[in-house]
């Protein structure tokens, strides 16, 4: 499993005289996965195994299709992770900053796609829906077969933090908890930057290895990388990527993810415990060692499972959003002769909510795009859909309209809810 060092802390002479301090620090030094992957139990495999199946079998049972789905899920993701970093961000702020970003990259800025800059969300909203580019483009990566590499994951960090000075394998010691001038009293402390490119380079070759159930491999990288704490900023997220890159690999869920962040997130005390408990002091043979891989694989599989339960959830819950939605498009159209008989009518409308699960901001240009039709075409298929009470009219920067579906970005704050009181009842 590992061993913790002991190293002498010398002070930063730039720190305040209560930050001088010296003293001994206790490092830990994780063994390496590559040559000597620890041996699991039986039952954890066989569970891992079974889960893996579950997730599998949501291609054909899921109510709505996964790649109808994929944009939520990657959405839901994202909003956890985030979280679970301490960035609260409402939903329909971060598919504001997606929609300007998607906007921006298909027509090089936002401005020259939709008619001016779009406006109404916050920094963090725009740095969750970066997340969600790079968790696509990640799955998307991965899914193709391609081998993780230290470089790879140095990518992810560099495309999840752009503007971030540090990218790389960091250069000095960090540590979490604690004084910010020494790692004295740190809650934990990864290993000297000395050792963490060989680290980093053993974890990327284990992370390729195919002989291991694909749960357990991207549980044993999440847990190892977050131990090493490659990075001066970003492990989190990197970490939690790396899990969709390795499941994603083995083809598990295609373009969709598993909301794990979003479990993760309403059971931090268990995972902030599981990964403590998981950087054992001593062999790796050892009683105590099998017992800290089973706290932490325990976990990890519960959360995978919990993440399956609400992939399908959340399908469930679309498709009943949509019949609700279908109910009221056909209510209004038989009280309302204005907007009757229209030949582009019900399939425009019909094609625009199909879309608003991935994508629920829209604008005439934006929705004229996807449905391959004019401008106006587009505009008054989404009044349509705001007459019947489906979507809602907002506007969304200078001179430009927006669309937007607020009931799909709800069906992420019940989940929260919903996981949320799980636990208090358990």
């Known amino acids: 499993m590992g061993r913790y060092g002991e190293q002498l802390w010398s002070p930063d002479p730039a720190a305040p005289a209560r930050g001088r301090r010296v003293g001994v620090y206790r490092p830990y030094y994780p063994d390496p996965l590559a040559a000597s992957p620890p041996a699991l139990p039986r039952d954890l495999l066989s569970r891992a195994t079974a889960i893996e199946a579950s997730i599998r079998a949501l291609r054909g049972t899921a109510t709505v299709s996964l790649e109808r789905a994929a944009g939520f899920l990657l959405r839901s993701e994202a909003i956890g992770s985030a979280r679970m970093e301490g960035i609260r961000v409402a939903p329909q702020q971060v598919a504001l900053a997606e929609f300007a970003a ?5 027509a090089t800025t936002a401005t020259a796609a939709t008619g001016t800059a779009i406006e109404g969300f916050s920094v963090s909203a725009r740095e969750v829906a970066h997340t969600i580019a790079t968790l ?3 799955v998307t990566d991965a899914a193709q077969g391609r081998t993780i590499t230290v470089n790879g994951i140095v990518d992810l960090q560099r495309t999840l933090l752009p503007e971030h ?3 790389g394998p960091r250069t ?3 540590w ?3 004084s910010e001038w020494n790692p004295l009293d740190a809650a934990f402390v990864p290993p000297p930057a000395s050792a963490v490119e060989g680290l980093l380079a053993d974890l990327a070759t284990y992370a390729s290895d195919g002989r291991q159930p694909a749960l357990i491999l991207a549980g044993l990288v999440h847990a190892q990388f977050e131990t090493i704490q490659p990075f001066a900023d970003g492990n989190g997220r990197v970490g939690r990527a790396l899990i969709h890159s390795l499941l994603a690999r083995r083809g598990l869920l295609g373009p969709a993810v598993l909301p794990i ?3 993760f997130m309403t059971r931090s005390d268990e995972y902030v415990a599981a990964l403590t408990t998981f950087c054992h002091d001593g062999p790796p043979d050892s009683a105590a060692a099998h017992a800290a891989l089973r706290q932490w694989f325990t976990f990890f599989l519960d959360a995978a499972a919990a ?3 609400e992939t399908r959830r959340f399908t469930v819950e679309l498709a009943a959003l949509r019949r609700s939605w279908d109910v009221r498009l056909s209510a209004f159209r038989n009280r309302t002769t204005a907007f009757r008989n229209k030949p582009w009518g019900p399939s425009m409308s019909d094609q625009l909510l199909a879309a608003l699960p991935e994508f629920p901001v829209l604008t005439e240009v934006s929705a004229a795009r996807r449905l391959d039709v004019p401008p106006r075409t587009a505009r008054a ?3 349509e859909l705001v007459a019947a009470g489906i979507l809602r009219r907002r506007q969304i920067g200078r001179g430009t309209i927006g669309y937007l579906s607020r009931e799909v970005s709800d069906l992420f704050s019940s989940a929260e809810r919903r996981l949320v009181a799980s636990r208090k009842r358990s």
């Open 172 to 174: 000095v010691q960090t």
């Open 136 to 138: 696509r483009q990640a």
């Open 102 to 106: 998607t906007a921006a990259t298909a």
């Open 261 to 263: 962040s979003l479990v």
């Open 381 to 383: 298929a989404a009044e």
């Open 176 to 178: 979490l908890g604690g």
């Open 307 to 309: 993440a399956v339960e």
């Open 165 to 167: 000075p540090g990218i």
